[in-house]
Structure formats: C-alpha cells, structure tokens
C-alpha cells in the first residue's frame, strides 16, 4: 500500500483529526521569483479548508517531511485555498518541485487568525515585509471582498529588490483601486525602479492616520517587525490594536515541539496573531 493510500484510509476513519494529514491535489503552480513558488491546493475530501485570515497548515511531502506555510488566500474562497513556499530547506526544495495533479497532506488549519471583527468599521493599516506579504494577503483579499465593512485601507509593502516582490499582478490592481493606498519600497532599486528606496518606515512620511481610529497589522521580518511598531505606538496607536503575526516561529502546529515557544506562550496554539499589548513583555518575541 503506498503512503497516498494510507493516508486515504486513515483520514476515512477520523478526518477531522489535527495529526492525520487530509489529502490535498495542487491545482495551480507559478513561480514568483526563482526562490519563491505560488500553490492553490483543493483537498481530496471536496470540504472547503474552512480558515481564518491568519492562520497557517502544515503541508506533507510524503516520505520527505512537513512544513508549515501560511495560507494566502481569502476565508471567502472556499473551493480552495493557496500557499506560498520559499526554498530553505529540503521540504521546501521538495514541494517547489511539485506540479498541477501532484498529492500532498494537509493539516490544519492551525492558529489564532487576525481579529478581522475589531477591524470593522475602522481604518486598516497593513504593513508587509519580504514574505510577510503572505498571510496578509490573506485579510486584504477578506477586506476587498468585505469592503464596504471597512473605512480606508492602507497598505505598505516593503522588499529587499525589485524583482522581489511577490503577488505583482494583484499589486498592479490594489494599485489601480480607488479604495486602497499602497505603497511600496525596496532597500535596493535599480534602474527601471522609480518609487522609494529605504526600510519600510520610510513610507510612514507619506501618510496621516487617526491613531483612534485605525487597527495596524506587521507581518515581516524580525527588524522590521521591532522599527515598525515602534513607529506606530510613537503615533499614540494603542498597544491593544497592533497586531502582529509570529508565524515564522512556526513548526508541528499542535504545541508539542516546542520549535515555537517563547516564554511561556506556545505560538501556534495561542497565536500565531498577537497584539503588541500580550507580546511586550515576552522578550523573545522581539527578536
């Protein structure tokens, strides 16, 4: 009996279970960057992922291993969802192989998601750095499809190079919306580059906001992550509305590794989403 066929059998009986992969085909690939690969994925099952904005799955490459990886699309595209791989190791290196038809395992979702409830009626201020793009991509396509429930929209999207950035034909259309401000930056440009050049904090000139009426949400590197809040609570941002993501901590998904542990919180079962209010006192988030 191959592996396929074994999970196949051992999802039947309990399908729901958050330690038995559930069979997922890939039905779309696209390479990004010659690091980074795009996936949408329809589980085997015909159910629908049923996730939040926020939340991550670990992907199984059979006989290789598993990761966890972000889920980049909206709760609102329920026959399928996406997922985006960087290669940083051999599973990674594995799943980027892959091809349409191929079969991988799915467990999950795993995680706190992004407080979209707090969100509604009030700005949204998203700030992405490098891969942090990701899971925002996630609740801005939520918010798009929602838009009505939201007052504006502000989107800073960071990347080390040009060629760098992920998602360039949805950039092209937020861009083109009248209801979304995106800007984005590049630590290094080159010469068809005609926009910012520095950190992502640099991009904070050029907006206003209402600190009382607004949710900012960081999702990106460690610096960035630590420059960017401190930009948003020196605006007077209560620290009970800035939300951050730690899902680059992530690995079994069900609080048993202890890969994700800082302090005394077990990041993929009491986050991966935080505020900055529970996180500022737990040292090893910051880093």
Known sequence: MSVVEEVRKTTAKTPK???????????????????EKFFELRLKDGQSLGHDAGQFVEVSIFGIGEMPLSISSSPTKEASFEVCVRSVGNVSNAL?????????????????GFPVDLMRGKDVLIAAGGLGIVPLRSLINLIIDERSDFGRVIILYGARTPADFLFRDELAAWQARPDIELHTTVDIGDENWKGNVGVITTLFRNISIDPQNIVPVVVGPPVMFKFVVMELLARRIPESRVVVSLERRMKCGVGKCGHCQVGSVYVCQEGPVFTYAELKKVEEAMV
């Open 17 to 35: 279970s958050p330690y038995v992969p559930r069979l997922a085909e890939i039905v779309r690939a696209e390479e990004f960057t010659p690091r």
């Open 96 to 112: 980027r192989r892959l091809e349409p038809g191929s079969v991988v395992g799915i467990r999950g979702p795993f995680g706190r």
